[in-house]
């Protein structure tokens, strides 16, 4: 059964960072229900969850992706590009490293969140940008290449993290909002999608995507193509610039 680590939303959630839309109040309460449905969509499609231990004081807590990237039997740990979050990566690591995963981790002066990774097969896609730098990204191309792990950089600078303009589906072609992606051409396979949602799946299985609600039209778009599409409500989490992808770390080697 594959496992996926979460991280229960602090209490001061409606103070997360907003970096490229507006503030707009953010309701706990509602974010608690989404974020255990969301959490219940994974369990209804076999997976099994591992907490990190909730941290309070960090409002982006929730968005645990950001805190490492896992390759093989290793786990980068970040070293979050907002000064704001570097205290949530410790019990992070501790929790991937009960997991079994080695831990490597982002020294200064690299920076690196875990939205800005994109891995399809060996290449690993990230995204350089507000978050992630350069020397970020060489510490982790050292750590993943001698695993055969391709690390390609890429410009992020129109959206907050890589993974909000793109993902991939199942087969590896890469899906994005093209008002929102900056170099298409970087990827080997693209495909337009009509909503900026839309370009947000996490591959719960070869057939069924998890996506948030907002993307009616680009659930469709994937129906057609064969694809299952799991939705949930995360609309708490997008007034924060998240996205479904953020909620959790997938480990699925
Ligand atoms: N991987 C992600 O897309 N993470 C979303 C992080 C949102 C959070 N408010 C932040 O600005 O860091």
Redesign the pocket.
């Known amino acids: 059964m594959p496992t996926a680590l979460i991280r229960r939303p602090s209490p001061r959630l409606a103070e997360?960072?907003?970096?490229h839309i507006e503030r707009t109040p953010v309701d706990v309460g509602l974010a608690r229900t989404q974020w255990q449905r969301y959490v219940d969509a994974l369990h209804g499609t076999g997976w099994s969850t591992v907490e990190v231990p909730p941290i309070d004081e960090c409002p982006?807590s929730v968005?645990v992706?950001?805190t490492m990237v896992v390759y093989g039997d290793v786990a980068v740990i970040a070293r979050a590009g907002?000064t704001e979050?570097r205290a949530e990566a410790a019990a992070a690591a501790e929790t991937v490293a009960a997991q079994g995963f080695r831990v490597v981790r982002i020294a200064e002066p690299g920076t690196l969140?875990?939205?800005d990774v994109l891995k399809i097969g060996p290449v690993v896609y990230v995204g350089e940008g507000g978050r992630t730098n350069a020397a970020g990204i060489e510490q982790l191309r050292a750590a993943f290449a001698p695993l055969g792990a391709e690390v390609r950089a890429v410009p992020v600078r129109k959206v907050?993290?890589l993974?909000?303009a793109v993902t991939a589906l199942p087969d590896g072609t890469v899906i994005g909002y093209e008002p929102l992606v900056d170099d298409a051409g970087a990827f080997d396979r693209f495909r337009a999608v009509p909503e900026e949602a839309g370009a947000h799946v996490v591959l719960l299985n070869e057939d069924r995507l998890l996506m948030a609600a907002s993307a009616p039209r680009s659930a469709v778009l994937f129906e057609g193509l064969g694809y299952t599409p799991v939705v949930v409500d995360i609309g708490e989490f997008e007034k924060?610039?998240?996205?479904v992808?953020?909620l959790s770390v997938r480990l699925r080697d």
């Open positions: 997360g960072l907003v970096t982006d968005f992706e950001d907002a979050r969140d875990g939205g907050l993290h993974k909000s924060l610039e998240g996205c992808t953020c």
